[in-house]
């Protein structure tokens, strides 16, 4: 019992760097305990070129179900069923929003257990230990399994890692369960708002619910002109779920990753899945008038107030620095 | 005629400061208030009633946790929920969240609904997983962050953001949705919807009364073993200032963005 099954999301023909990671971390740890990491890609339109080239990644075998791919239930049918029907321990996945769902569902169905937001996974004693940061990050808990394991990493976490060559692909033929029938994509991945470009920016000035209105978004936008060149402007979830800005334009779990020189945070609170899209940035600076906010527990120069009277104060003040 | 359950959580207030317990698990212990997430699903299903998208007869509010919990659903009650149930025994305690889940399906299927509705995360446990759990053990369809629903007969159409962008995805009821928080803008409950909301039914119930096998929760039943917790590595403390006279504010700002060439 000492495979490790990995589920590899991807779309239009690409697979997700967060599953690449899953895969990378999976192969590693596979060979500590003495197997291999097989991969498991669902869709109706993968091709073996891209199902195979998970070897690359060190996958030692890439398995295709053909069943609809954006929705978890089929990715559970499938697993399960790869699972029941080999060696297998544990089952990563790289994060993102099926991940979660898919992986509770197998451990569910497995009756195994379940960790998520895993930023580490290390072999202890023939065993995977998963460590899983806790209370804003202050502490980390770490978790075994008793059965069948699910570990579900953090974004960005697992670090895509070329190795190896590509597989050959096997096809495996799935029955789907009910409750797979009874869900149905209409769209997948809807662009909402218009195509913002925020992974160039060396200055990334953030927006998020504290911004009250989709109008202050004006405010961010003022302070990004004062400093110029390649500054933009970002938002959260809330922002944009909200319709206040561009889905192109989320950092995020389920947005960007970004790495600028310096993120300002207008109205932004912190939340983990925030935070996972930006927490590479050299400097991080927070305006937030809630001094509880989590922002401040990672920030570098946290200001607690208003940013209504705070921005355009910074943005005239920019200005006149430059003259 | 359909029923909807909502599954609300009890969780530290926000002001608490929090702490792990030697266990590696969260010390829930401290003040304590309905997880703000789950107000969303309350709302979410009062909307579904009132604009009659839905003929709802009842909205029954469910939680799994410690006694004390009733107060999370007294909250629920008197934002809108017909009555509740509490599931509590000290078998449950370190249940992991699969088990959490298999126990709240149990409950939900002796009401069986027509559609179960979660938040989008406990502000404690933040494993997003719940929801995905209690639809696998009921064999149901589910979809988690769902930020809009419309309700056609049996069928919903729910959007929702996922990896890629903005999902539009069509589940046949019954069915267990989590809701995303941009769904809605929950109501306050009236003062006199807080009075009465004790009198509304709350049902409690055992392990036992609910036939949850005992041996698939608590610590012992649960395959997710938290181990110690330990430091992360130490981050130097970021500088905070405390905005009292705003030219100032901007000046300390503009000095510390300058001294490090970041203007
Ligand atoms: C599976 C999943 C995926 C997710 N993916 C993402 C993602 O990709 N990206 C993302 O951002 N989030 C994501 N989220 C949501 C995340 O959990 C938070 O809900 C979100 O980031 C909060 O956005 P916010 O900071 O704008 O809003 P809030 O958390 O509501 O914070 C608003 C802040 O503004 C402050 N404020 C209000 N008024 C003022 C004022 N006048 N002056 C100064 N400050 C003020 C408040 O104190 C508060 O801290 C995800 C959640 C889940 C469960
Ligand atoms: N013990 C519980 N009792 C009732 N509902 C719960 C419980 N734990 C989690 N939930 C529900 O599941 C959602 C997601 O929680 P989580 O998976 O812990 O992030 C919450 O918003 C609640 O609606």
Redesign the interface.
């Known amino acids: 019992m000492s495979n490790i099954l990995v589920y590899a999301?991807h779309?239009e023909g690409a697979i997700?760097k967060n599953s690449l990671g899953a895969i990378s971390t999976a192969s590693k740890l596979a060979g500590e305990l003495g197997g291999e990491a097989h991969v498991v890609l669902v869709g109706e339109d993968i091709s073996d070129d891209v199902a195979g080239s998970v070897g690359t990644y060190g996958a030692a075998k890439a398995l295709r179900v053909n069943a609809p791919a954006?929705?978890?239930?089929p990715v559970?049918d499938a697993l399960a069923k790869v699972a029941g029907d080999g060696d297998y321990a544990y089952a990563i996945f790289g994060g993102?929003?099926?991940g979660?769902?898919?992986?509770?569902?197998l451990?569910?169905?497995l009756?195994?257990?379940?960790?998520?937001?895993i930023t580490d996974v290390r072999v202890d004693g023939g065993q995977l230990?998963a460590e899983r940061?806790?209370?804003g990050?202050?502490?980390?808990?770490?978790?075994?399994?008793?059965?069948?394991?699910v570990v579900?990493a953090r974004l960005n976490a697992f670090e895509p890692v070329q190795s190896g060559s590509a597989v050959a692909v096997e096809d495996v033929s799935v029955d789907l369960?009910?409750?797979?029938g009874?869900?149905?994509?209409?769209?997948?991945?809807?662009?909402?708002g218009a195509d913002v470009n925020i992974e160039d920016a060396q200055?990334l000035i953030t927006g998020g619910r504290g911004l009250g209105k989709p109008e202050n978004f004006s405010l961010a936008e003022d302070l990004a002109g004062a400093?110029g060149g390649s500054a933009g402007v970002a938002a959260t979830?809330?922002a944009?779920?909200?319709g206040w800005f561009p889905?192109a334009g989320q950092i995020g779990q389920?947005g960007k990753t970004v790495a600028p020189?310096?993120y300002v945070g207008l109205g932004v609170s912190g939340a983990?899945q925030h935070k996972v899209g930006m927490q590479s940035s050299d400097?991080?600076?927070a305006i937030n008038k809630d001094?509880?906010a989590p922002i401040?527990e990672?920030?570098?120069?946290?200001?607690?107030?208003?940013l209504h009277?705070?921005t355009p104060?910074?943005t005239e003040?920019?200005k006149a620095?430059?003259g | 005629m359909t029923k909807i359950v909502v599954l609300v959580k009890e969780v530290p207030d926000?002001?608490v400061q929090?702490?792990?317990g030697a266990d590696?698990?969260?010390d829930r212990s401290g003040e304590k208030t309905l997880n703000p997430f789950d107000t969303h699903a309350i709302e979410a299903a009062l909307q579904l009633k009132e604009s009659g998208a839905l003929q709802v007869d009842e909205v029954v509010a469910i939680t799994v946790g410690p006694a004390g919990a009733e107060k999370a659903l007294h909250k629920a009650v008197s934002l809108g929920a017909d009555r509740s149930i509490h599931l509590a025994d000290d078998a449950l305690a370190g249940s992991?969240?699969?088990a959490t889940?298999?126990a709240l399906a149990e409950l939900v299927k002796r009401e069986s609904p027509d559609l179960v509705l979660l938040g989008q995360q406990s502000d404690d446990g933040?494993?997003?997983?719940?929801?995905?759990?209690v639809?696998?053990?009921l064999?149901?369809?589910?979809?988690?962050?769902v930020?809009k629903l419309d309700v056609d007969g049996t069928t919903v159409?729910a959007e929702?953001?996922?990896?890629?962008?903005?999902?539009?995805?069509?589940?046949?009821l019954p069915?267990v949705l989590s809701v995303?928080?941009?769904i809605n803008e929950p109501r306050y409950p009236s003062l006199k919807a807080i009075m009465g909301a004790k009198k509304k039914p709350l049902e409690k119930l055992t392990i036992a009364d609910a036939g949850i096998d005992a041996s698939k929760v608590g610590a012992e039943g649960?395959?997710?073993?938290?181990?110690?917790?330990?430091?992360?590595p130490a981050?130097a403390a970021?500088?905070?200032?405390?905005?009292e006279d705003?030219?100032k504010?901007?000046?300390q700002?503009?000095a510390?963005?300058?001294e490090?060439k970041?203007?």
């Open positions: 999301l779309h997700n954006g929705v978890a239930q559970v993102g929003l099926l979660f769902e898919a992986g509770a569902g451990a569910a169905r009756g195994g257990g379940i960790a998520v937001e230990v940061p806790v209370l990050d202050s502490q980390i808990s770490e978790i075994k399994f008793d059965g069948f394991g579900v369960s009910d409750a797979s009874k869900v149905t994509v209409v769209t997948r991945g809807e662009q909402r200055v400093f979830r809330a944009v779920d909200a889905y389920t020189k310096l983990i400097a991080i600076v001094a509880n401040f990672f920030a570098d120069l946290g200001v607690v107030g208003d009277a705070i104060a910074l003040a920019i620095k430059k | 926000a002001a929090k702490k792990v590696g698990r969260l992991d969240v699969v889940g298999y933040q494993s997003y997983a719940v929801g995905a759990v639809a696998e053990y064999g149901w369809p589910g979809l988690t962050q930020i159409t929702r953001q996922a990896e890629y962008g903005y999902d539009t995805v069509k589940v046949e069915a995303g928080d941009a649960s395959k997710a073993k938290w181990q110690s917790a330990k430091e992360p981050k970021g500088t905070i200032i405390e905005d705003t030219a504010t901007v000046e700002i503009v510390w963005l300058d490090r970041l203007i």
